[in-house]
């Protein structure tokens, strides 16, 4: 048969179809691609549970190229709280991620997991959110191993706290409730109601009015004290901190409406509005669940989506390779300069770690650490560069909560105060007072128009859309600017960035590129040993001058480097053996400076010995000319460098005339700078690499760090830049100004909404089930508004 | 016209039988997953080994 030859030519493997190109492993007649998936077939053949194999052809994944991840480190007494969902001492429950689950055989496999250990007595799968649900005795197997097992039959789970948490928190399923309380009730009491709709209130008989009323009001007693219960308690929670929130008005319409038609059914007087009620509070909460749905996917985008550019100096066989931050992974070794943050809890293997924990603790007193402890994430090296091996995974919420951290948001920088909380101060009380106003007009003549206008008032003017607005745009625009390789810290730095009238650039890194330089050494000779030194006492920092003449360097060995120190804006010390080095600038190795030289240059001097320079040519960054020329139509620019003034005349061709040049800046004199800018009124953006200017990105408005494939997360700054996009500088600040117009439309959309549903109710049109319905309709309508706006925005920009 | 009291009585257990079944859904995870339960009750309880695969080669 033909179809046998073409198997024989070419195997595939029976665990995942791969062909097995390079080697093949045959176990009983069944051909293997690699060492990975012989040993899961193995497991499941001796278990009974190759069905596996026979639900859908070749399911597997290959197991070539799988990191073999380690979960020896949840035997912590506190990790193993945080996974666990539930635990009664005996039976143990445990939700893991496992992204590998493809088909119905990962469901069936996964789910007969009984069948491999005792220990386990069940697992369920969640298809749709890969996840593993799993029941196990913890006398029997313990969680780690449970682990191991997920990762031996093919299914290593992912693991990370942060998400852990998320997953037991959306367990909450109280919304759910009151929504079919309220939308049950609400279906009930109209239809009792619905005579009344029809006709006059003659035609039923009296009797069955009495019933329905009372039946009506027993239907809404849930409605009210259960399914509303969360508007009177944060109303309730808000007036005794003497505030008015949005709830306010919504708590004291329905309360309204419930006494008033439970005293109008109870004296015979009407039927009442407990139809009107319950769909209020049906609607509501509709509502309510939908803004906190299109809260969550932002939130959600955020987390999970906009890794930062952030790379880290993996060490593999003694081999340096720069690996961005999201491909980190447990059992990696990197090598952590000066000034660089640890980006994921590890254990230090080699040099003296001398760490700063301010980012994480506040406390800025360095700490030291021994070999073979642990240096937790956020910690900040101070000193020498040191090798570790990471232990867990990264923690890319961990660090969005680092960079948000008080301690680095300027004191002096404005706090935006949440639109919401001021629309609250002041809206709400306005919207009381009419309400009131209108119902006090027609309660002489209109005892049911002024009831109607008074709760219509309360509910059309909930400021829902009004409040949505502004975070609902700025968390697109932030995703836009993260498909960018632009990265903000949060969603305020957008009206930041759209305020600005200056732009200030620091030069090296920033609007150079250091990779593509040539090092050329000039002066006395360097031996073999000073030349180890040297690349050594380069390669400890993170400068970019610095790692480009540590990378020139020829030098295969390493030499431990001791009183390792940077001095911004001035150079770098330390002791290699009989060696004390100094380099960096003229001054501060003792050399005379010739000026005219087109060249970045870092002198050095051994054993207070001048010894030479190093000279690099500056590249400056493709398109830089054009992007500075666009934002001087606009903006006012300024160069501040803490090099000397030899590049002057190529810099003043490429900024534009009437740029301000300023050159031998220390990073006091750079952060003075922006001070008497901003003295003048001006909002200042500082563009640097983050290294001798955190302090002026500090100061500044809004300080953008560049980032260049080096570990430069200095958490000073509001904004990281791919030095890839810097060219689109431009645009995106002009993206960031459109984002107060989306706003400003948007708003306008939802104050229509309010101002026609308003001039209705004031007059008593419009009945509070039309304003409940019309309510979650503005909203509705701000949110596609502002997504359908955004994303043409972007694409008419090429963003 | 009596009836009617009868027949409400009946509408409205039979509509807290609706809520009621509602709410146990939601309790039970039944709104968390409603893929997974649909190739679960495919899956035989003791499977055959000399099972033919679904997909021909």
């Excluded at chain 1, 922006?674 to 002026?696: E, F, P, T």
Aim: hydrophobic share 40%.
């Amino acid at each position: 048969m033909p179809e046998n030859i073409i198997v024989e030519q070419s195997l595939k493997c029976t665990h995942c179809g791969e062909n097995c190109a390079e080697e093949t492993i045959l176990v009983n007649g069944k051909s293997f691609c690699c060492e990975g998936c012989k040993l899961v077939y193995e497991i499941l053949d001796e278990n009974n549970l190759c069905t596996y194999y026979n639900l859908n052809n070749r399911p597997g994944i290959s197991q070539k190229n799988q990191p073999k991840n380690r979960y020896g480190y949840l035997r912590d007494a506190a990790l193993r709280e945080k996974l666990i969902s539930f635990s009664d001492g005996e039976k143990t429950t445990v939700n893991f991620r496992v992204p590998q689950v493809h088909c119905s055989s990962c469901i069936w496999l996964l789910e007969n997991m009984s069948k491999l250990n005792k220990g386990i007595i069940s697992s369920r799968v969640n298809f749709l959110k890969k996840e593993v649900s799993i029941l196990f005795m913890e006398k029997e197997i313990q969680l780690a191993e449970v682990a191991e097992l997920l990762a031996n039959i093919g299914y290593p789970p992912e693991i990370n706290l942060a998400d852990e948490q998320a997953i037991k928190s959306k367990k909450d399923y109280s919304r759910w409730y009151k929504i079919g309380v309220a939308g049950f009730c609400f279906g009930n009491i109209m239809l009792l109601s619905f005579p009344e709709y029809l006709t006059g209130r003659s035609v039923l008989e009296p009797s069955f009015k009495l019933l329905f009323g009372y039946l009506n009001i027993a239907l809404s007693l849930p409605v009210f004290f259960y399914s509303a219960a969360e508007f009177f308690k944060s109303a309730f929670y808000s007036l005794r901190q003497k505030f008015i929130n949005i709830d306010v008005p919504i708590a004291l319409g329905i309360a309204v409406m419930f006494i008033r038609s439970v005293t109008e059914i109870v004296l015979q007087t009407g039927p009442g509005y407990m139809d009107s009620m319950a769909a209020l509070v049906f609607l509501m909460l509709v509502g309510r669940w939908f803004q906190n749905q299109t809260y969550h996917t932002l939130s959600f985008e955020r987390d999970y989506k906009s890794y930062f550019p952030v790379a880290v100096t993996l060490l593999k066989n003694e081999e340096e390779q720069s690996i961005p931050l999201s491909k980190l992974k447990p059992g990696n070794r990197i090598l952590v300069r000066n000034n660089e943050i640890i980006p994921a809890d590890a254990v230090l293997l080699s040099g003296d770690a001398n760490i700063d924990y301010s980012f994480v603790t506040g406390e800025s007193q360095p700490v030291k650490i021994t070999k073979g402890s642990t240096v937790f994430a956020g910690g900040k090296q101070c000193g020498s560069a040191i090798k570790v091996e990471v232990i867990k995974n990264v923690s890319q919420s961990y660090l969005t909560e680092l960079w948000n951290n008080e301690i680095f948001s300027a004191t002096d920088k404005e706090k935006h105060e949440p639109l919401i909380n001021i629309i609250s101060k002041y809206f709400t009380v306005a919207i009381i007072l009419i309400a009131v106003g209108s119902a006090l007009w027609w309660l002489p003549s209109d005892l049911h128009k002024a009831l109607d206008a008074f709760t219509a008032v309360l509910i059309i003017a909930c400021p829902c859309a009004l409040a949505l607005s502004s975070p609902f745009t700025l968390g697109h625009i932030v995703r836009v600017f993260g498909k960018n390789g632009f990265y903000l810290k949060n969603a305020a730095v957008v009206e930041s960035i759209a305020k600005t009238t200056h732009l200030v650039f620091d030069k090296t890194g920033t609007i150079t590129v250091a990779g593509g330089s040539q090092v050329v050494y000039e002066g006395d000779e360097l031996n073999s040993q000073e030349l180890i030194a040297l690349k050594s006492l380069f390669s400890q920092s993170s400068h970019p001058l610095s790692a480009a003449i540590a990378q020139s360097i020829k030098a295969g060995e390493q030499a431990s480097i001791s009183s390792f120190s940077e001095l911004a804006g001035k150079g770098i010390r330390g002791v290699s053996g009989e060696m004390e080095i100094k380099a960096g600038s003229a001054a501060f190795a003792g050399a005379v400076d010739n000026g005219n030289v087109k060249s970045s240059r870092v002198y050095v001097n051994i054993n207070g010995r001048y010894k030479g320079v190093f000279s690099l040519n500056i590249q400056y960054r493709e398109g830089l000319k054009e992007m500075l020329r666009t934002l001087s139509s606009e903006y006012e620019l300024a160069l501040v460098s803490g090099d000397n003034a030899s590049e002057e005349k190529t810099l003043s061709t490429i900024f534009p005339v009437g740029s301000v040049l300023r050159f031998n800046y220390s990073p006091q004199d750079k952060l003075d700078f922006v001070k008497h800018l901003q003295s003048n009124r001006n909002k200042v953006l500082m563009v640097g690499d983050g290294l001798n200017d955190a302090g002026a990105l500090k100061q500044s408005d809004t300080g953008i760090s560049v980032s260049n494939n080096l570990n430069n997360f200095s958490p000073a700054c509001d904004a990281i830049l791919e030095g890839s996009n810097f060219q689109k500088l431009p645009l995106l600040i002009a993206y960031a100004k459109k984002s107060s117009v989306i706003i400003g439309i948007s708003l306008v959309i939802s104050l229509l909404y309010n101002a026609v549903g308003l001039s209705f109710a004031v007059q008593g049109l419009l009945s509070p089930v039309f304003a409940a319905v019309l309510m979650p309709l503005s909203s509705i309508t701000v949110v596609a508004f502002v997504t359908v706006s955004v994303r043409v925005m972007a694409g008419r920009r090429g963003l | 016209m009596s009836a009617i009291f009868l027949l409400i009585g009946i509408s409205l257990v039979v509509a807290v039988g609706f809520l009621i079944a509602f709410l146990w859904a939601v309790k039970t995870n039944q709104y968390e997953d409603d893929y997974t339960p649909s190739v679960r009750m495919l899956f035989n309880d003791t499977p055959p080994d000399n099972n033919e695969p679904t997909k021909p080669e």
